[in-house]
DNA sequence: CATGAATGAGGGTTCATTCAT
DNA sequence: TATGAATGAACCCTCATTCAT
């Protein structure tokens, strides 16, 4: 169950789940402003529309914040990315659907996506690999929706390296976009980029 | 030149370097272990092998010193990345050399390119805007490498791409280690890595 | 309103008010003692019996302390000299008491006339000019009283100077003590500025 | 002798002399800008044109520069007031020219009068009344020159309290500058202060 | 004598966390 | 449950003073 992790002193687990939205959402825009470390147990409090006392009766250190965040960010978009793989059946053209559905789902999370490569480092360790297990989690589900739109077997190794380019190259999109974005549309980046993979793959020798 | 941004009440210039060369390297070592935030300047001087003071003989405030481990970081992989491209002639086999030696320096420096992606956003504006930049010459000269061992040309939206895209994972290798470096020795890595760029440049080649 | 110009992250302005008068009586010992650059903000929160993170509940800087101080000392005095003012009626003879009131009040309050003198130069050019009006204010009411108390019409001038003459052998008084209370009582020194202040309006008077 | 309260680790006095005249001078520009405390030993030394190392071969501590400093502007006043007194014979008429003098005077140094004020209570008890020891001095000075001036004998205390009003009031005219010197330009405030000084005088006289 | 790099105690200020109401 | 005043460890940075060259 989500945020298990994280205990509160209130009993109420309706009020919990409130407060930590309401906690979740405040937090997110400040880390996306200043970053974890430059944002204060009372900014996130303010902003979440509660005191400083409240927060602390539903986290029990800073941290806590920063995990619930971070669980947060990937608990959307695993659910995105669910809602993408399920509506595409396995068919080699759904494969090209699913990787342009992924990267605007990456476009529309960029700030999202930069917040976990910058401040999972600030986690405890036990909490880091937790959120790592997720990150783990989603690509497992890339290299599915891969392997169920190839016409035939690849080697293992060679999706779950594709499904990690193709992840990152969605990351990319976001924490270079100093670079890439002023070089490419979101539509040019992603038709290279399905290009390139496709050669990969050598669907395009046939196509 | 570098380092002229950052001002030191000290005036000899060959010991500014040298004191900052024990910085740069005590910073480092802390930054790898705990980030920056984490890391008190009483823990660089002391790392580094002076006191506070002297400390702040050769800089100004904290920031300081993390603009001066990331620019070092950027000079380090800078002068070892133009040894490699120059050590190899233009030639479709010597970009493979080239994407080897560059895949072999990112996993020596993989903390240090880790704190880069981490720490830079603590950098203000201005500062950061310098570091970023050297980011951009480094994509560069990896772009020149590929443009000059390709047999014939290429759009350069797809090279530019490419670069990037072999400049990350580059990078993942190091920052998502804790998922790839179980499914792949390095050697491994490269070589699959390689086999997806020369296949998506073969591709290009026949279009 | 009193001390408006210093904010507080304390809301209830009751607390603000009880704790501002610890803070000032502290910080008033303190700087009689060793001044205002000699004392830490440590040292006034503990005068105060509260902790360091407390006071820092109540001001925003060490300078806000000096100002609440600087603030509190003209208050103290305009409430007294008020007082002595209204109880005199309009009359030569109630010319002399005010004057001696005055010099009383000064005598009383030595340590704090110091205070402003060696330290409001401390505040920042704002505060200082906020402080300068108290002192402008205070004058205008000894000139008031002066007025009052003279059978006849001076011209503005004189009265301004007298005013002011006045005002400063009351705080002479106290911060040239080491010279003249070694010479005069208290009572000798009042009798004898009276004589020389009464001559000036003589003087004047027949001119 | 001046100065011979402050030890040296340098034996040429002919040296010694020079470099403290230096040193008053730069440290005397940074008090009347930003006071003792705000000022660094650095920037005095700067100011004075030498190092920090030449600075502390001269001093010991940095309460010594403001001895010097202190003493340096009772010197210069002493000086020029004794110019004043012997170029005036004993009689009425030149009392006035005394203290219209010492008035100019006072309005020539307000800024180092300010000091006197400001920053004696930084010095040590010793040092401290070894200053206010000159003080004593000049008050004498205009003591002797009032009595001298004046036809017929007075009460010691009638002179002591005259010179020490005078005194002040050419103090005043510096430190309150930004109140009298809006209403008053410097002519018209020695006439004024004369007039009373002269009212006080024909009134005892006549006692 | 002159220099300026080195030192570290100490200062002002912040902020995560607690707890009485 | 909710509040926000209270706490104090810890942070960044300064600066008077020393001493080797």
């Known amino acids: ?16 789940r409130k407060r930590r ?16 470390h430059r944002t204060t147990t009372r900014e996130i409090a303010k902003e979440s529309g509660f005191s400083i006392g409240t927060l602390y009766e539903y986290i029990r250190t800073k941290e806590d914040v920063l995990y619930l965040v971070c669980d947060s960010i990937h ?3 695993k659910k995105r990315l669910e809602v993408v793989v399920e509506r595409n059946q396995a ?3 759904n494969l090209g659907n699913v990787i342009t559905s992924f990267f605007h789902l990456m476009d529309e999370m960029q700030e999202e996506i930069l917040i976990l490569y910058q401040e999972v480092k600030s986690l405890s360790k036990e909490t880091r690999s937790a959120i790592l297990q997720k990150e783990r989690e989603m690509a497992t589900m890339l290299e599915k929706a891969i392997t169920a739109s190839l016409p035939n077997a690849l080697p293992k190794q060679d999706i779950t ?6 992840m990152i190259q969605g990351h990319m999109w976001g924490f270079r976009r100093w670079m890439l974005q002023k070089e490419f549309t979101l539509e040019q980046y992603i ?17």
Chains 1, 2, 3, 4 share one sequence.
């Open 191 to 207: 038709q290279k980029q399905l290009q390139f993979a496709f050669s990969a793959l050598r669907i395009n020798k046939v196509k």
């Open 91 to 93: 068919s080699t053209e």
């Open 161 to 166: 390296l594709l499904a990690n380019n193709i």
């Open 1 to 16: 169950m989500k945020d298990n992790k994280v205990l509160s002193s209130v009993k109420d687990e309706e009020l919990i």
């Open 75 to 77: 608990g959307e978009v």
């Open 21 to 36: 939205d309401q906690m979740i959402k405040g937090a997110l825009t400040l880390f996306k402003e200043k970053g974890f």
